[in-house]
Every structure is written in structure tokens, then in C-alpha cells.
């Protein structure tokens, strides 16, 4: 699908520069960048991957407009750059190859998220915008997989939706987190528009503006339930939470739940329930929101409270704890006419990497858990009885991977997260990265580093 969302020009000035200089000095070289992560944000053990059909949307769609050239021609950094650049450019679309692993992947650091295969000008250009789409997606999924883990430590599992499209860093944030937190375990969203564009199911409740704006809150609840009577969710904590609770038990048909926004949550929540069940509600859920994370969840969930579904918004969609990915995009091949490769290998302490195009092979025990994964060279022979997880999905710039229910993605998610070992699903974990490098790999590091790249 063609979208104005993601044009070319949505992108850091160097990256152009950058091509401006290929272009000039004839570089017509193939090359290979990969998205990864260095290493994990803090207290997390894993990650889950997102973002990946917008990356290959953006990629599908990738031009320049007339306008977008005749901007670049007047800036004073293209002042030298000859005319066959900008000719290059409008011609330009995405020819290369891309390989990646399925959204709602368990990801490890220095597994890519995405492998770029393209000529020079076009893998670098799109560097920017790739990062920005999976790093923000992979960021969110990932903490909303460990919402799901929270949810699921109680005597007996329950759900969350997500509430955050008000506290996202802009709407355009707010659409991407609803996606990614579906992906990462949430049952739904509230907001409309991720509901219409990616499937998502919706929720709502009403606001305190709905009781308040009614004489009294018996007729809020009221006419509330008579024009929704099979979703009505009505929220309780206005002036009096008890008195609330009792006003729903005089409504003419129970109605399917009530929400508490604030205050004690365990011993509102206990309170509510029994004033519900004593007053012929005892289906009617109790929903809870208002800061919600995994850690509150956690303790709420384990101390016993009667909560049904969660609310979570702003620690969600801002991944308050750890509020960035640093994921990176980096060259790690080149590949030239004559068929010659040049590895390439960053040699920085803190930043060093590994060489070469890249496959991970993911190894399960007999009872479908996850072992370990072997960082391994593209071009090396499979591993028998692992699963190799990066995918091709595009082709010569042409997708191979139709675009899936999100339905599957998030099923994906929940499947691998059952697969973790115990110790990695933990809210603290201070565990070792169960990613091994393979030989040969190995090997081609000696051969072309005097350091050796960050520890797995």
C-alpha cells in the first residue's frame, strides 16, 4: 500500500550526503547492513521483534518527488554535488533483499532484527527510517510481553489492553504502540483508528466527564447501560468507589464491568467484589487503570486481588523504565562485481560488532524449550535440528511475505514467551545471553580484528 506516512526525505541529512559521495566516487558495490541491538535494556532478558511491515512498506514505496529534489538541489551542503546525483535519485527505487525474523520473535542481542542486501546508495539511505520504525515497535512489543508475563503469574491468568494513545509521543506513536503492544500480548486497544487500520479489537469504558456531566450518577450509569447494554464498562471512582459499586447492583441488568482509576486498588478491589456478588453482579469484571506496569500487576495479582483486566497506557507505550532501543544499523559486508566480499568489522571497545552477513539458528530441548541460539554466517550450512530464524521477505525489492493477521503475530508472541526458561521471564533477570558464536565466525573475527567484538 502506497502511504505519504514515510517519504524518503524522512531521514538524517548525512544519509544523503553519504549517498551524494557513493554516487560521486562510483560505488556500485553491493552491501549488507544489519539492525541488531548491542545489548539489552535494563532489567530485560529478551526482546520481542517489531515493526517489520512498516519496514517493508516504506521500502515498497521508497521514491523521490519532484519537490523532494528541488528542495535538496538548493541546500548548501549539495552545492557541489553534479546534477547526475539528483538524476540518480529520481529514478531511485528499493532493488535489494531483506531477511528478517518474524514479528513476535524472541530476539537476543547481536541477532538482527533486519538484513539488508542492496546496492550501497539504496541500503544506506533507508537506514534512518528503519531504525526509528523497529527500534520504537521492538521497544514496546517488548514491554508489553512482560505485561503479559505479569498477567499471567496470578492464581488465574488475566488479560490488559492498551490505553496509552494519550500519553504517546504523538499520534503517529500512539497508532504504532497500539500495534506493537497486540503483538506483544495486549488484547486490544482504545484506540479507534489502530482498530480500523491494523484489526485490532477495541475497548472502552466512559470518562468521569460522562458522570459528571449527569445530575446524579445512578442516571450516568443508567443511560449509560441503556444505550450500550452489552458493553457497558462503568467507571466508579468519580465522588465514592463503594457507593458506586452499589449504585451498579440497582441497575435493571448487570452490566458486563466496572473500572477503578485510583486509589487502593487491592482493597477496592476486594471491596467492590463483594459488594458485587452480594448484589446478584457476580459476572460483571473488574477492570483496573491508572499507572499500571508489570510490576504492579505483579503484586497486585499475587497478593490476591479480584481483578479481571488490566489498563495500561503511559509505562506501555513509553516503555517508562527503559524509554529507548539502541538498536543499530550496521555494514557488514560488501560484496563486488567480480564477486570479490570485503567483510566489514567495527573495531570500537564499546561498540564492536561482528562481521559478515548473518543467520541465528535457535535450538529447543525435547519439551519445546528454548536451549540456546548460534550466531552463525549466512552462507554456513544449517545446523540440523535448529530453526533458522531470519526469513527472506523481500526479494529484488519485491515482498515474499504476504502481510499477516496481527491475530498471528500476537499468537507468535505468546508462543515463544512459553518457550523462555523460567529465569527469563522474570521481571529482574541478571542472566548471561543464551547466544553462542559459531566457529567459522569466530574464526573470521581472529582473521580481521586484533580486539575481539562485545561479549555476547
Same mark, same amino acid.
Given at each position: 500500500m502506497?502511504?505519504?506516512?514515510?517519504?524518503?526525505t524522512?531521514?538524517d541529512?548525512y544519509?544523503l550526503t553519504? *549517498?551524494a559521495?557513493?554516487h560521486?566516487?562510483?560505488?556500485?558495490?553491493?552491501?549488507?547492513?544489519e539492525?541488531?541491538?548491542? %545489548?539489552?535494556? *535494563?532489567?530485560?532478558s529478551?526482546?520481542?521483534?517489531a /515493526?517489520l511491515?512498516?519496514?517493508?512498506?516504506?521500502?515498497e514505496q521508497?521514491? &523521490?518527488?519532484?519537490?523532494?529534489?528541488?528542495?535538496?538541489?538548493?541546500?548548501p551542503?549539495?552545492?557541489?554535488?553534479p546534477?547526475?546525483f539528483?538524476?540518480?535519485?529520481?529514478q531511485?527505487?528499493?532493488?535489494?533483499?531483506?531477511?528478517?525474523?518474524p514479528?513476535g520473535?524472541?530476539?537476543?542481542?547481536?541477532?538482527?532484527l533486519?538484513r539488508?542486501?542492496a546496492?550501497?546508495i539504496e541500503?544506506?539511505l533507508?537506514? @534512518?527510517?528503519?531504525?526509528?520504525?523497529v527500534? !520504537?515497535?521492538?521497544?514496546?512489543?517488548?514491554? #508489553?510481553?512482560r505485561?503479559?508475563?505479569?498477567c499471567?503469574r496470578?492464581?488465574r491468568?488475566?488479560?490488559f489492553?492498551?490505553?496509552?494513545?494519550r500519553?504517546a509521543h504523538?499520534?503517529?506513536?500512539?497508532?504504532?504502540a497500539?500495534?506493537?503492544?497486540?503483538?506483544?500480548g495486549? =488484547?486490544?486497544?482504545?484506540?479507534v483508528?489502530?482498530?480500523l487500520?491494523?484489526? =485490532? +479489537?477495541?475497548?472502552g469504558?466512559?470518562?468521569? #466527564?460522562? =458522570?459528571?456531566?449527569h445530575?446524579?450518577?445512578?442516571e450516568?450509569?443508567?443511560?449509560f447501560q441503556?444505550?450500550?447494554?452489552? $458493553?457497558?464498562?462503568?467507571?466508579?471512582?468519580? !465522588?465514592d468507589?463503594l457507593?458506586?459499586?452499589r449504585q451498579?447492583?440497582r441497575?435493571?441488568v448487570?452490566p458486563?464491568?466496572?473500572r477503578?482509576?485510583?486509589?487502593? &486498588?487491592?482493597?477496592?478491589?476486594?471491596?467492590?467484589?463483594?459488594?458485587l456478588?452480594?448484589?446478584g453482579?457476580?459476572?460483571?469484571?473488574?477492570?483496573?487503570?491508572?499507572?499500571?506496569?508489570e $510490576?504492579? =500487576?505483579?503484586?497486585l495479582?499475587?497478593a490476591?486481588?479480584p481483578?479481571?483486566?488490566?489498563?495500561?497506557?503511559?509505562?506501555?507505550?513509553?516503555?517508562?523504565?527503559?524509554?529507548?532501543?539502541?538498536?543499530?544499523y550496521?555494514?557488514?559486508?560488501? %560484496?563486488?562485481?567480480?564477486?570479490?566480499?570485503d567483510?566489514?568489522?567495527k573495531?570500537s571497545a564499546?561498540? #564492536? /560488532?561482528?562481521?559478515?552477513a548473518?543467520?541465528?539458528?535457535?535450538?529447543?530441548d525435547a519439551?519445546g524449550?528454548?536451549?540456546?541460539d548460534?550466531?552463525?554466517? *549466512?552462507?554456513?550450512?544449517?545446523?540440523?535440528?535448529?530453526? +533458522?530464524?531470519?526469513?527472506?521477505?523481500m526479494?529484488? /525489492?519485491?515482498?515474499?511475505?504476504?502481510?499477516?493477521?496481527?491475530?498471528?503475530?500476537? #499468537?507468535? @508472541?505468546?508462543?515463544q514467551?512459553?518457550?523462555?526458561?523460567?529465569?527469563?521471564?522474570?521481571?529482574?533477570?541478571?542472566l548471561?545471553?543464551?547466544?553462542?558464536?559459531?566457529p567459522r565466525?569466530?574464526?573470521?573475527?581472529?582473521?580481521?580484528?586484533?580486539?575481539?567484538?562485545a561479549p555476547l
Amino acid at each position: 500500500m502506497l502511504t505519504p506516512d514515510y517519504p524518503v526525505t524522512l531521514t538524517d541529512l548525512y544519509q544523503l550526503t553519504m *549517498a551524494a559521495g557513493y554516487h560521486v566516487h562510483n560505488h556500485q558495490q553491493k552491501a549488507t547492513f544489519e539492525l541488531y541491538v548491542r %545489548r539489552l535494556p *535494563a532489567h530485560r532478558s529478551f526482546l520481542i521483534a517489531a /515493526g517489520l511491515e512498516q519496514a517493508l512498506t516504506y521500502l515498497e514505496q521508497l521514491h &523521490f518527488t519532484p519537490a523532494q529534489l528541488d528542495y535538496l538541489r538548493q541546500l548548501p551542503a549539495f552545492a557541489q554535488v553534479p546534477e547526475t546525483f539528483f538524476s540518480h535519485l529520481a529514478q531511485l527505487r528499493f532493488t535489494g533483499d531483506v531477511w528478517a525474523p518474524p514479528e513476535g520473535t524472541v530476539i537476543f542481542p547481536h541477532e538482527p532484527l533486519l538484513r539488508i542486501t542492496a546496492p550501497l546508495i539504496e541500503a544506506q539511505l533507508v537506514e @534512518t527510517l528503519l531504525l526509528s520504525l523497529v527500534n !520504537y515497535q521492538t521497544l514496546v512489543a517488548s514491554k #508489553a510481553a512482560r505485561v503479559w508475563l505479569a498477567c499471567q503469574r496470578g492464581e488465574r491468568p488475566v488479560g490488559f489492553t492498551d490505553f496509552g494513545t494519550r500519553r504517546a509521543h504523538g499520534p503517529e506513536a500512539g497508532l504504532l504502540a497500539s500495534r506493537a503492544a497486540y503483538i506483544g500480548g495486549a =488484547i486490544g486497544t482504545a484506540n479507534v483508528e489502530a482498530g480500523l487500520r491494523y484489526g =485490532i +479489537p477495541v475497548f472502552g469504558t466512559a470518562a468521569h #466527564a460522562w =458522570i459528571m456531566a449527569h445530575d446524579s450518577e445512578a442516571e450516568a450509569f443508567a443511560n449509560f447501560q441503556s444505550l450500550f447494554p452489552q $458493553h457497558t464498562t462503568l467507571l466508579l471512582d468519580t !465522588y465514592d468507589t463503594l457507593e458506586g459499586a452499589r449504585q451498579v447492583t440497582r441497575l435493571p441488568v448487570p452490566p458486563q464491568g466496572v473500572r477503578l482509576d485510583s486509589g487502593d &486498588f487491592l482493597t477496592l478491589s476486594h471491596e467492590v467484589r463483594q459488594i458485587l456478588d452480594e448484589g446478584g453482579c457476580a459476572q460483571t469484571q473488574i477492570v483496573v487503570s491508572g499507572d499500571m506496569n508489570e $510490576h504492579k =500487576i505483579t503484586e497486585l495479582l499475587a497478593a490476591g486481588a479480584p481483578i479481571d483486566l488490566f489498563g495500561v497506557g503511559t509505562e506501555l507505550v513509553t516503555s517508562l523504565d527503559a524509554p529507548s532501543l539502541g538498536g543499530v544499523y550496521k555494514l557488514v559486508e560488501q %560484496r563486488h562485481p567480480d564477486g570479490r566480499c570485503d567483510y566489514k568489522l567495527k573495531l570500537s571497545a564499546s561498540k #564492536a /560488532g561482528y562481521p559478515g552477513a548473518k543467520q541465528v539458528y535457535r535450538h529447543y530441548d525435547a519439551h519445546g524449550q528454548l536451549v540456546s541460539d548460534t550466531l552463525a554466517l *549466512a552462507d554456513e550450512a544449517p545446523i540440523s535440528g535448529a530453526e +533458522p530464524l531470519l526469513q527472506a521477505v523481500m526479494v529484488n /525489492g519485491q515482498r515474499t511475505l504476504p502481510q499477516l493477521p496481527l491475530a498471528e503475530l500476537r #499468537a507468535r @508472541t505468546l508462543t515463544q514467551l512459553q518457550s523462555l526458561p523460567l529465569a527469563y521471564q522474570g521481571l529482574e533477570p541478571e542472566l548471561p545471553s543464551p547466544v553462542v558464536v559459531s566457529p567459522r565466525l569466530q574464526e573470521l573475527l581472529r582473521t580481521l580484528s586484533v580486539m575481539p567484538a562485545a561479549p555476547l
